[in-house]
């Protein structure tokens, strides 16, 4: 637990990358956590700042969906991820960002000391989003510009880039520079052309057909296998011989997984949603769940796993 004042403001939470390496997360305590919060807001109000177009993540009215659809049906999509994304931006950086968007010194000071632990942006609190978008403001333009005038579409989802069209290594090698020269560095090992016919991701959705982008066949499996269990053996068993409890899945896990489903495949997710509320017992599911689920209102009504998925369809 580290300290600040004399209180303990937040820990440090280390995860593991599954790609290797760790991930620092701060957990802050009740104080700076609202602190943040309120200072997000303050932020949101006050700076001239607004995310360009391309610009998806932690953006209202914008998601993995709406960033994805810019890539449906291209011959090529190109991935670049940035290294270490929030730790990278210092809190010089940051600063620097802040006057350019003609915050007073003074106050640009007091944001830059409580929104950095470390003099670096951290990875849990409130502001880092929107500050992490600030900070890129001016890469984002130069990449726009460049993705415009060689006839490429062109996304970002936090530091995740997108570009598609008839794209190749001469247009990485000119991405690769304009985003070393603005001071970013790229993870090799998550950066990659998806040519049409393969594997083409964008934010974790297919988006090798034209008409819109799908979720991945892998999370269908997993919905399907699991719902057959519970169908089969009830939630209980399901949970202590078939790994449930292992992978945590919990009603509210379930039905956010296919609340997910639903806000990307609307036919596919909600009679999964139909389908939690039939085979999980209501012992197991509290009064705020039933309450975030019938949100949704009326769903089509199925009869079996067969009905919900069909056929296996084509591999995405």
């Known amino acids: 637990m580290l300290r600040g004042g004399g209180l303990q403001v937040f820990s440090l939470q280390s995860h593991r990358k599954r790609r290797g390496g760790v991930r620092e ?11 943040s919060k309120n200072l997000y807001r303050s932020l949101l109000e006050l700076l001239p700042y607004r995310p360009p177009d391309h610009v998806h993540g932690f953006v209202r009215g914008r998601s993995t969906l709406t960033n994805a659809r810019a890539h449906l049906g291209k011959p090529c999509v190109l991935r670049v991820d940035l290294e270490d994304f929030f730790p990278s931006i210092s809190s010089t950086t940051l600063q620097g960002a802040l006057d350019q968007q003609g915050c007073d010194e003074k106050a640009a000071e007091l944001v830059v000391s409580l929104a950095t632990v470390f003099q670096r942006l951290p990875i849990g609190l409130s502001t880092s989003p929107f500050l992490s978008n600030v900070v890129f403001l001016s890469t984002d333009y130069a990449l726009s510009e460049y993705a415009r005038a060689n006839n490429l579409s062109f996304t970002r989802y936090v530091d995740d880039l997108a570009f598609s069209g008839d794209v190749n290594d001469q247009h990485f090698e000119a991405i690769s520079e304009i985003l070393n020269n603005s001071g970013w560095s790229i ?4 950066t990659a052309f998806m040519r049409r016919g393969g594997r083409q991701y964008v934010t974790g959705l297919y ?21 057959h269990l519970i169908e089969k053996f009830g939630y209980e068993c399901y949970m202590e011989d078939f790994g449930g409890e292992a992978a945590a899945m919990f009603p509210q896990r379930l039905r956010g997984w296919a609340r997910y489903i639903a806000s990307i495949e609307p ?21 705020r769940d039933l309450e975030a689920y019938y949100d949704y ?7 079996s796993a067969e ?9 995405y």
């Open 25 to 35: 997360i701060v957990k802050p305590r009740p104080l700076l956590d609202s602190v």
């Open 187 to 190: 993870n090799v090992d998550k």
């Open 207 to 227: 988006v090798g057909m034209a008409d819109r982008p799908r979720v991945p066949r892998s999370l269908r499996r997993e919905m399907r296998r699991t719902f």
């Open 267 to 287: 036919d596919l997710g909600y009679p999964l949603l139909r389908r939690i509320d039939e085979l999980v017992p209501d012992q197991y599911v509290s009064a």
């Open 297 to 303: 209102g009326e769903y089509q009504v199925i009869e």
């Open 307 to 315: 009905d919900l998925y069909g056929s296996e369809g084509p591999d």
